[in-house]
């Protein structure tokens, strides 16, 4: 049973979860519908892409920061304050029609400051937990129910096409940057006079990838990550050619399986070997694109109410798997590493990969969505195939003996 203080800790570590994920779904999911409605199409799969930039900059540089130099609550207030400001000039610029590649240089920008915050958090909160595997999938839930709610609200304000959504995320990220106050404080070393640049750059984080394990699991989630980004961009416009209005609320029904997912992961964690977790995860993944392939209504909702299993048993899994194996004093870093990997490597070839391929698969009449989702299939299927016979256990014993 939980002490009250635990509870309490919970509860904040909960709302943390919540409010930030509300601030990333009310920018990320209406985002590709919002570029269409300002005529910036040209621009749209380097908007997307920026985030991938970024994360190849940023998350181990903060990372490090919060392992060694400032506490991770510091360091994620002056983030989401960044945000927030970032966020509401991004919105005037749309509003008042700037260039558009000045838009995208915006947005540059503001991912400098997106990439690192939820790895951080995700450091932050599973140093705090006595037992991950039980204890993170409910926590982690409150992100997802906070992505969903973000979403709602996009479309209950009828902002799904409207640059005024950035001034929304904008207060909500402030909030962010508000709750951290609340946030408990972890030790950080008190000197970092003796630290290599490539240490305070965080490229030491490369030495994790020494162990076969756990250099599969971050191969196999960056390259999941490569036909993932064509979920978001792409999936909406989907649903806007099927007839669907507000289309940011339709997505949130990946949402309803990802929590489903994330209360499951604990039993999942303690009675099903690792391999296997991932595996129905990439499963769902390759039966999420085959159903959208389909392109009727019923089938398309289908494999978006999909999307949210197959991300907690891949991407969240990865993340308690890190947790669980790498040394506590690299905990930021680790997150980051796999940031760095997911939302850089596989962000940045995934977005430009999945615009080329939806240019190939748009002509005059319309785009042919059985062989736009059925390629992405295809390419999960092959992704599933590599990890079954690439993974060997669960366990990375060598990692325990890094040093900080």
Not at 129 to 142: H, N, V, Y
Not at 218 to 223: E, H, P, Q, S
Not at 251 to 278: C, D, H, P, Y
């Amino acid at each position: 049973m939980l002490t009250t203080l635990r509870k309490a800790e919970y509860a904040e570590l909960m709302i943390l979860f919540f409010i930030q994920a509300a601030a990333m779904g009310i920018w990320f999911v209406p985002l590709g519908t919002i570029i269409d409605a300002h005529g910036l199409q040209a621009i749209k799969p380097f908007a997307f892409a920026a985030s991938a930039v970024a994360a190849f900059i940023s998350p181990l540089i903060f990372g490090a920061m919060a392992d060694r130099h400032v506490p991770p609550a510091k360091v994620l207030r002056g983030l989401a304050i960044a945000s927030a400001a970032l966020m509401a000039i991004i919105s005037t610029a749309l509003n008042f029609n700037w260039n558009a590649w000045l838009v995208l240089g915006l947005i540059q920008i503001f991912y400098l400051a997106y990439a690192p915050m939820f790895s951080i958090s995700t450091a932050l909160v599973l140093a705090r937990l006595d037992d991950a595997k039980k204890e993170f999938g409910p926590i982690r839930s409150m992100a997802t129910l906070g992505w969903v709610c973000g979403a709602i609200l996009i479309s209950a304000l009828n902002l799904d096409r409207s640059g005024l959504a950035g001034y929304l995320g904008a207060v909500v990220w402030l909030l962010v940057a508000a709750f951290t106050f609340f946030l408990p404080t972890l030790k950080v070393p008190a000197s970092a006079e003796h630290l290599s640049w490539r240490e305070r750059l965080g490229l030491d984080a490369l030495t994790l990838l020494k162990d076969r394990n756990t250099r599969v699991v971050f191969i196999t989630t960056t390259l999941f990550n490569i036909p993932l980004c064509a979920f978001y961009p792409y999936a909406p416009t989907h649903l806007h050619d099927l007839g669907f209005a507000h289309t940011s609320a339709w997505m949130s029904l990946g949402q309803v399986t990802e929590i489903i997912a994330m209360f499951s992961l604990g039993w999942l964690l303690l009675n099903w070997r690792l391999k296997w977790i991932f595996a129905c995860g990439l499963g769902f993944g390759v039966a999420r694109f085959a159903l959208s392939a389909f392109n009727t209504e019923n089938s398309l909702l289908l494999g978006i109410t999909l999307h949210g299993a197959s991300f907690v048993l891949v991407f969240i899994t990865a993340q308690i798997y890190l947790d669980q194996q790498i040394n506590p004093a690299w905990r930021s870093r680790a997150q980051a590493l796999l940031t760095l990997m997911n939302g850089g490597v596989g962000n940045l070839i995934g977005y430009l990969g999945s615009g080329w391929w939806f240019d190939s698969c748009t002509k005059s009449s319309g785009t042919n969505w059985m062989i736009f989702w059925g390629g992405l299939s295809v390419t999960v299927a092959i992704v599933l195939g590599y990890f079954l016979t690439a993974f060997r256990g669960n366990t990375a014993p060598a990692l325990r003996k890094l040093k900080t």
